[in-house]
């Protein structure tokens, strides 16, 4: 039997802050140094070089055609995660992609459009919208395995470490969600793990925004989560949860494996069509961001 490549296409790069084409293509394809330096994405090839070769790759898959606003952005793209069509326009991999990776902070609806409209499996980065209208449109796609949108630290090693401790600390009284940026660009980093442990049930929320932005969520079970989205400093992705009989802390670290585990899922959306983790997880954070940004108070 003859294993088929799955091919897939990526779309970037709006801004210098999301570096995420770079990762995601190098995670699957590997990368070459040289190019990679040019990037000026320094934080993505430090981890990448701390892993070792046979970590790089996920089976019969491959970032096959790479789109970004710029040519020369797209070239050193492709020079630096070996990926052999540079495009000059994103329409050019409908008909030639199994599936197109949205990894970029902006026109999410636009180009997604294009795309499953013609059903073909789309990941779009996080976050996937911050319009009620927008997320309208694409809970379908969700809900029929041709969609999928999450921040990668979902499945991180860390949050998986997590999980296993929970029991031992008791009833859950407090979280304490820590991360750098703000609340549209970072803070759906730390909804989606809260999600992901169970606990995003929001019931109220109260957002205050003075030289950090914070927000905090009145939970069901009586379970209180405080957010505090510090801005421009130093990498932070920091969780504290509080129960009767102790708790937990823990620094999620490893984005190589997040993003690999990710990706590995959206491969499986698209082998079977068919959404490959609880869709209703996905609505419920995006839900819970749209509504944190319109309540707002000036301290």
């Known amino acids: 039997?003859?294993?088929?490549?799955?091919?897939?296409?990526?779309?970037?790069?709006?801004?210098?802050?999301?570096?995420?084409?770079?990762?995601?293509?190098?995670?699957?394809?590997?990368?070459?140094?040289?190019?990679?330096?040019?990037?000026?994405?320094?934080?993505?090839?430090?981890?990448?070089?701390?892993?070792?070769?046979?970590?790089f790759g996920i089976k019969n898959v491959k970032v096959t055609h790479a789109w970004t606003q710029k040519l020369k952005i797209t070239k050193n793209l492709c020079k630096s995660c070996k990926i052999e069509n540079c495009l000059t326009n994103y329409e050019d991999m409908i008909g030639k992609?199994?599936?197109?990776?949205?990894?970029?902070?902006?026109?999410?609806?636009?180009?997604?459009?294009?795309?499953l409209e013609k059903k073909i499996p789309v990941f779009i980065d996080k976050p996937l919208t911050l319009k009620k209208k927008e997320l309208k449109f694409f809970k379908k796609y969700l809900k029929t395995g041709l969609l999928m949108s999450t921040s990668g630290l979902r499945f991180s090693k860390e949050?998986?470490?997590?999980?296993?401790?929970l029991k031992k600390i008791g009833k859950i009284k407090l979280i304490n969600a820590i991360v750098l940026n703000g609340l549209t660009k970072y803070g759906i980093h730390m909804l989606d793990i809260i999600d992901e442990l169970d606990f995003l049930k929001v019931?109220?929320?109260?957002?205050?925004?003075?030289?950090?932005?914070?927000?905090?969520?009145?939970?069901?079970?009586n379970v209180s989560i405080n957010l505090f989205c510090l801005?421009?400093?130093?990498?932070?992705f920091k969780l504290q949860i509080v129960g009767n009989k102790g708790s937990i802390s823990a620094d999620i670290l490893d984005n190589f494996f997040a993003f690999k585990n990710t990706l590995i899922i959206f491969v499986k959306m698209i082998k079977y069509r068919k959404p490959s983790f609880k869709v209703e997880k996905t609505i419920?954070?995006?839900n819970v961001l749209i509504n944190s940004l319109q309540k707002t108070k000036h301290a």
């Open 1 to 55: 039997m003859v294993n088929l490549v799955i091919k897939l296409g990526i779309i970037g790069l709006n801004d210098m802050d999301n570096g995420h084409p770079y990762s995601f293509s190098a995670i699957i394809n590997g990368y070459n140094e040289k190019h990679f330096k040019r990037s000026k994405f320094n934080n993505i090839l430090s981890y990448l070089k701390l892993k070792k070769k046979k970590e």
């Open 203 to 221: 019931i109220r929320i109260f957002r205050k925004k003075s030289n950090i932005e914070m927000v905090n969520y009145y939970c069901k079970n």
């Open 284 to 286: 419920n954070v995006l």
């Open 231 to 236: 801005g421009k400093v130093q990498k932070i």
């Open 159 to 165: 949050v998986a470490e997590v999980k296993k401790k």
């Open 97 to 115: 992609v199994d599936g197109v990776i949205i990894a970029r902070d902006d026109l999410h609806y636009n180009i997604g459009k294009k795309f």
